[in-house]
């Protein structure tokens, strides 16, 4: 089992295969959102009130700490948190926060992997 971790107060993100997050997009709007735990699946679910569209600018946050997750001195459109994978080894997962664009990126000692339609949209990053 994958275990998704906040890089800011080392708290558990995860319950299963979905992380936990708060959430608030550009327009104001605030709700939580739970994400696949699985790299490359962007299925997510949140309530069904919270009118989140397509392109919308998504701030992460952790809902441990409250700190900001943005992936600080990469990119303004990329969060960041860490992953134990079950092999105990851990690894640095950034991810699109733009809704609709679908990048992953999976960052270790051995090197980036990528997941994603949208891959190729931050890649120069790394
Ligand atoms: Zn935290």
């Known amino acids: 089992m994958k275990n998704y971790i906040c890089p800011k107060c080392n708290g558990y993100l995860s319950i299963d295969n979905e992380i936990v997050f708060l959430t608030k997009n550009n327009k104001g709007e ?5 994400l696949s ?3 490359g699946n ?15 600018h998504v701030n992460f ?3 441990i700490c409250y700190e900001n997750l943005n992936a600080e001195n990469v990119d303004d459109n990329l969060a ?4 134990i994978d079950s092999n105990g080894k851990a690894k640095k997962i950034m991810f699109s926060k733009v809704l609709g664009e679908k ?3 999976a960052i270790s000692d ?3 992997d990528s ?4 891959k190729d949209t931050y890649s120069n990053r790394f």
């Open 42 to 56: 962007y299925s997510f679910r949140k309530n069904d009130n919270v009118d989140f569209e397509e392109g919308d």
């Open 30 to 34: 605030s709700a939580i959102v739970l």
């Open 37 to 39: 735990a699985e790299l």
């Open 80 to 83: 960041c948190v860490k992953m």
């Open 110 to 112: 051995e090197g980036v």
């Open 61 to 63: 946050i952790c809902p």
């Open 103 to 105: 990048c992953t990126y």
């Open 115 to 118: 997941f994603g339609d949208n």
